[in-house]
């Protein structure tokens, strides 16, 4: 059975509430297990034995599709961008994590791994694991927009603005789509450039979004010490942790353009709250080899 627990949402602010998906599953943590459901269930009616999927070192993606396998009894594999971790997988909290929930390692050059939407890429991949259902990287497919439509239930029909991280599109996708047409849905890339515009219209059905690019800190995975501090005081106030690469990003934002003015003083927002706080801790590790501050 796969079941998500639906939460409530948490008022932060006079108009700000957070919505604290992350908490939607024990072991596999918010919009990943929504991503991961259909996936499931599809490889299960295809009976299909084996998930095989895409990753860099720190991947919340990669983590859950282990954890994902060893709760509902797939073999996973994880083809790991960095033929250099191969023997770092110990020192790595992420990689070492998906280990120990069982999965299989294949780890590849960075210029292999750029080949991995092709079908001679695919069909070697096939020739060393056999049949898998495959899973593309970050998880965004149409059955992950699927199970990402179920963030929304009607209790949230009152809120004006939905705002939520962007890393491939797929979680923004379904918000869009399970959206009432008056509401605007927000989303925050952690990734610099504008292909996200392209990859959300994919699967994208209706116009209400708009994208908030001037909080990505630099580009994907890239932090200050101005983030970290965020990061810590939010905690410290509302007892609920921040991922540095996605909910923080959004959060800060979403306070910056409470600052200025952007919402109009009768609206009420909603951030999705979406996971990745198991990258935290390989965060931490980088922060304290640069001597930063690291994320408590």
Known sequence: MIEIIDQENVCLENQLSLKLDYLNHPDISGNKFR????NLLEAKKLQKSI???????????IAAVAAAGHRFGFKTIGVIRGEELADKILENPTLSYAKKQGMQFHFVSRKVFREKATEAF????KSRFGDFHLIPEGGTNALAVKGCEEILTEKDHGFDY????????????????SSLPQQK??????LKGDFLQEEISKFANNSNWELITDYHFGGYAKINSQLISFINSFKANYQIPLDPVYTGKMMFGIYDLLKQGYFPEDSKILAIHTGGLQGIDGMNK???HKKLP???
């Open 185 to 190: 849905i927000l989303g925050f890339p952690a």
């Open 294 to 296: 690291i994320i408590k």
């Open 286 to 288: 980088k922060l304290r």
């Open 162 to 177: 939905i705002c939520c991280p962007v890393g491939t599109g797929g979680t923004i996708s379904g918000l869009i789509n």
């Open 35 to 38: 991503k991961l459901k259909y």
């Open 51 to 61: 998930l095989l999927s895409f990753g860099g070192a720190f991947s919340n993606h």
């Open 122 to 125: 695919t069909e070697d991949l």
